[in-house]
């Protein structure tokens, strides 16, 4: 009888660690789950800002020579950078610009320093939700 006893005891103690076992398991994977969400949401947060610097120019008619050296600009610091793991390409007509040099990019100033000389986005293309070109024509 004693034995029986030790067993049933021995028995509840091991179903015990496994209801404990389980419910550790369903609170670590509950944790990875709202983890793995937050760094989703973050990520997006991060895509959603960086493509804003460049959509807030897309289908705009009336851009200056200082807006789209600002685009230029934009290009140029995250491909220097590699903040995003996209290279954006800014092109004016059929020339790429996110490549100029600063001296190019002040002629470029100069020459379409006339405030009637106006510019248009025509396109922004994306690359795994990121921008990569953004097309500009004058208008």
Do not use: H, W
Not at 46 to 60: A, G, H, L, V
Not at 73 to 79: E, G, S, T
């Amino acid at each position: 009888m004693e034995n029986a006893s030790k067993a049933i005891l021995i028995a509840g103690g091991v179903l015990l660690m496994i209801m404990a076992f389980s419910f550790a398991m369903y609170l670590f994977r509950g944790i990875g789950e709202s983890t793995s969400e937050y760094y989703e949401q973050l990520e997006q947060s991060d895509i959603d800002q960086f493509n804003q610097k460049f959509t807030k120019y897309e289908r705009k008619n009336d851009l200056t020579i200082q807006d789209v050296v600002s685009i230029v600009n934009l290009a140029k610091d995250n491909n220097q950078a590699e903040k995003m793991p996209v290279k954006v390409k800014v092109t004016l007509g059929t020339n790429e610009l996110q490549n100029k040099s600063e001296n190019d990019l002040n002629s470029l100033l100069a020459e379409n320093a006339d405030p009637n000389i106006r510019f248009k986005c025509t396109r922004i293309e994306y690359t795994n939700q990121l921008v990569s070109k953004v097309e500009i024509q004058y208008n």
